[in-house]
């Protein structure tokens, strides 16, 4: 049984793009059994959030380096190259689950 | 939330809010012009300018896609009275920042301004919004309407 893992999905405000990553991330989830909790943040809560999470989803450029691996999303919402986002996401979380 | 009915893009227009042929020349521009309407008709409090002004600054929200920018600015829930979806139609691009890449710039014609004040009831209408930037048939129908039904219509 692989372990669950916590997902921070940031965006700039936490309400407008992280809700549609949220869902897509989800989804993603979903397909490929992977238990996870999402959490959904401001991106300038990360940081502070990082200690409690595996790896961080954003849509926004990231302000700063973070312990945890972290992935930009934009794929999701402009439809460019998606499926390089969702792999990057499913191998992130293939090294988090082995480690 | 989920016995919330399905909205979509259409059902937060505002007709006020439908901005076409705009001239503006930057996206300061662009907000003082949605907020001199949004701030009159009440749907925003005195704090929504400064806010997405510094919030665009930080987090800027133009989207690069294959053939053009779109752009969707917001901000802070709590400045937002009544809920809409701004669409602002201009006549030459206007450079936004990007969201992924604030150093880079991408020309934006139509910007979607959203006040939104509870995201999570709206991850449909969110979603139905990205289906439509990412249909370039959709934006180029928004690029060229001539009235307000014509949005209305076109994001029905």
């Known amino acids: ?99 | 939330m989920s016995d919330n009915t399905t909205l979509k893009v259409s059902d937060y227009l505002r007709e006020p809010l439908i901005l076409l042929n705009t001239n503006f020349n930057s996206t300061d521009e662009l907000f003082n012009g949605v907020n001199d309407i949004a701030f009159a008709e009440g749907f925003v409090t005195d704090q929504f300018l400064p806010k997405i002004k510094a919030r665009e600054a930080t987090f800027p929200t133009g989207l690069q896609l294959e053939d053009r920018g779109v752009a969707i600015p917001h901000t802070d829930a709590d400045t937002i009275n009544k809920e809409f979806v701004a669409v602002v139609v201009n006549q030459q691009p206007i450079s936004f920042k990007r969201m992924d890449d604030p150093d880079s710039t991408t020309p934006v014609k139509v910007a979607f301004v959203l006040g939104l004040n509870q995201p999570h009831a709206q991850l449909e209408m969110l979603q139905s919004l990205m289906g439509i930037i990412q249909d370039s048939s959709i934006l180029d129908k928004l690029e060229a309407a001539t009235d307000q039904k014509d949005i209305q219509q076109i994001l029905n």
């Open chain 1, 1 to 99: 049984m692989n372990k669950k893992i916590n997902v921070l999905v940031a965006c700039g405000a936490g309400i407008a793009t992280s809700t549609v990553v949220m869902k897509k991330v989800e989804d993603l989830f979903k397909e490929n059994n992977i238990e996870a909790n999402l959490i959904q943040i401001k991106i300038a809560e990360a940081a502070s959030k990082q200690d409690d999470a595996d790896m961080l989803i954003s849509t926004t450029v990231l302000p700063t380096q973070y312990k945890i691996p972290a992935i930009k999303a934009m794929g999701f919402l402009t439809g460019l190259g998606v499926d390089k986002v969702k792999a990057e996401i499913l191998d992130t979380v293939k090294q988090i689950q082995s480690a």
